[in-house]
């Protein structure tokens, strides 16, 4: 199919045609990357904007189920949800949320729901790369909402919270020194935080856990994109379905003071300059990944090995060939 058919049918809100704008952006054979670039461009035009939620967690915390009950809720008030996934560990069991489909049940049945496994890639630019794209993709094909997933591995929240309107954490309750047990730098990337499973027999742990990270978020540094009371903690249920309204109101009138004082837009911008930035950073490092220059490093390093170059001019050398 032509990209010209291709995007009417994605701006046309056609699921399948979706599906297969991402299969193309994920494809690394050059005529596709082109053909993807030409996609992205008849897009780009449309200017439709989902607000888009990063939300991340350990193993086993509830995100599978949290965004099953939450996307539902979106959908029970009349908004397209999409689900995509960023995973750089093929360490996971099939390296993508496919398997997940089954905690996503009524939500992969839902017409209004995408739901998209995540590509089991090895390194993170990739991934990065294809999952900006994707998002670019359900945005143009009129979903309110992109949900992006995460597994709380190394630098991954970081890609996450840098594609993200709005970043999640979602926390298990647990005993007051597991607190240490979330990096710094993560909860300053949080929006909210939420503490999962509020329920049963793990309410009272939950509440506690909740004011221990409410007390932690109100150490942190203010940061210019929040209303005075945020970031803030919460408790929600998954299972139980408690707390999901209210969290989202929160997040309404955050995305509402942020468009009010031009924080939204701001952001915006800051993160196509960021990844205008890693994409030259990543283009220019993957040059030297081929044959020919592996070859000409190699050529390179002997003559410095051998001292008849200087590191510095080697390196100029190096530089003005992979021009
Ligand atoms: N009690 C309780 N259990 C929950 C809740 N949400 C999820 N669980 C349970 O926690 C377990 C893990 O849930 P998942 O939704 O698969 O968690 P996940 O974060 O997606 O896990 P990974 O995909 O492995 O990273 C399951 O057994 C869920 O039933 C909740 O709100 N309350
Ligand atoms: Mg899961």
Known sequence: MD???????????DRRALARGITLVESARADHRSQASELLARLA???????????????????????ESFGMMLIGQGLKVAVL????????????ILGDKTRMERLSREKNAFIRPSPSQSHLGGVARRTREAIALCEA??????????????????????????????????????LQGVKRGIMEMADMILVNKADGDLKAAATRTCADYAGALRLLRKRPQDPEDFPKAMTVSAVEQHGLDAAWKEMQSLVQWRRDNGHWQ??????????????????????????????????????????????????EKMLAMLN
Request: aromatic residues 4%; proline residues 3%.
């Open 3 to 13: 990209t010209k058919s291709l995007s009417d049918r994605i701006l046309n809100h």
């Open 45 to 67: 035009g449309a200017g439709r904007q989902s607000l888009r939620i990063g939300l991340s967690g350990t193993p086993g915390v509830g995100k599978s189920t949290f965004i």
């Open 85 to 96: 996934a960023v995973d750089p560990s093929s360490a996971r069991s099939g390296g993508s």
């Open 141 to 178: 094909a009129g979903y309110d909402v992109v949900l992006i997933e995460t597994v709380g591995v190394g630098q991954s929240e970081t890609v996450v919270s840098e594609m993200s309107d709005l970043f999640l954490l979602l926390l298990a309750p647990a005993g007051g020194d597991e």
């Open 266 to 315: 701001a952001n915006r911008a800051a993160q196509a300059k960021y990844w205008f930035d890693q994409e030259v950073r990543h283009t220019l490092l993957a040059r030297l990944d081929t044959a020919k220059a592996k070859a000409d490093m190699d050529r390179l390093k002997d003559e410095v090995a051998s001292g008849r170059l200087s590191p510095t001019t080697a390196a």
